[in-house]
């Protein structure tokens, strides 16, 4: 394997988790050797044991803020930009100022992946964090800790259209493991992916479940898409504010700094972004690829875009939910 493997690809289990893990439906993975469906989704074996010690362990606070997404959605930008306007107050974001986190440190050492947390540090103690807490998690809605679900805390979901998640996902996992993706074939993936058995899917039941709690308790689950971030990202920024009880009042300005330090062109230009590397072993380059809306014409042939749309069509249907690119 390459040297910027992630842990998550490991399998260093307690023998807890190996035990129950083992009475679970497998499937080969793609670039781990098993992939475990618990839940109706499908894991890697080290984050499955992140979720359910997360399950176990993790006591929610009504004042916490839990960003969610599939795999490639956006999660980096998304903690970064709820990062900076979180803590606005306390870290003014203005162009002359070269002190803010952002600037040198990468959006996932500043906001923790639950399920990534629970598997490295198994202890990590989460009350210690500063208030409101911001944390992430690709945990499906069925799956999420019960007192997520039953205190007050926020959830945003972030969605990206399919066919761009499924080519950065592609992409990412290339760059993860190239010897253990060299010979899959991207038709082999998307089948897979349009099955639903590829990481964390399926896709559509992770959107779909989302948005339905989304219209069910608009209090309490946020639902953004990348495209719209993307062609309107002030007014989603301003939109999150709101939702998290911090609007902006009078304040253009900092939407606006806010906006232009998270920007695809200003987080991957920076040294920390461009030489770091995670604790878990991930480069953080590879977090940062074309971050546009579309790219996907340039990996999926017509046919193959065709099995993502017809798949979308039909799990979508009647939900209101529609991509356009
Ligand atoms: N600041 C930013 N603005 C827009 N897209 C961004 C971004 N930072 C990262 N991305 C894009 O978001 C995707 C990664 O998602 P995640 O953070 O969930 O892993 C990648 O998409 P592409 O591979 O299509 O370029 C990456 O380039
Ligand atoms: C969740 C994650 C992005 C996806 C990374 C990943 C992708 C594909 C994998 O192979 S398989 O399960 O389909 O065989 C495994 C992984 C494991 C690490 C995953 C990353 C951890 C944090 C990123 O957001």
Known sequence: MSSSV??????????QARDFISSLPREKGWLVSQMYQYQGRWHTPALLQGILNCQKHFQAKDSDIILVTNPKSGTTWLKALVFALLNRHKFP????????PLLVTNPHLLVPFLEGVYYESPDFDFSELPSPRLMNTHISHFSLPEPVQNSACKIVYC???????????????KKLAPEETADYPIEKAVEAFCEGKFIGGPFWDHVLEYWYASRENP?????????????QTGAEVKRIA???GCGFTGE?????????????????????????KLPNGMETK???????IGGWRDTLSESLAEEIDAKMEKKFQG???KFSC
């Open 6 to 15: 992630p842990d998550y690809l490991g399998e260093d289990l307690t023998q």
């Open 93 to 100: 974001v203005s162009s002359s100022s070269g002190d803010h």
């Open 159 to 173: 969605c990206r259209n399919p066919k761009d998640m499924f080519v950065s996902l592609w992409h990412f996992g």
């Open 219 to 231: 209090n309490k689950v946020l639902f953004v898409t990348y495209e719209e971030l993307k062609t």
């Open 242 to 244: 709101e939702f998290l």
């Open 252 to 276: 253009e300005e900092q939407v606006e700094e806010i906006v232009k330090l998270c920007s695809f062109e200003s987080l991957s230009n920076l040294e920390v972004n461009r030489q770091g």
């Open 286 to 292: 590879a977090l940062f690829r074309k971050g546009e």
């Open 319 to 321: 939900s209101g939910l």
